[in-house]
């Protein structure tokens, strides 16, 4: 099972344009 949260992070991350 892959972890959601890093998952999340990530999509968040693009979101805001964080790197």
Do not use: I, T
């Amino acid at each position: 099972m892959y972890d959601m949260k890093a998952e999340v992070k990530a999509f968040d991350d693009s979101k805001v344009g964080v790197k």
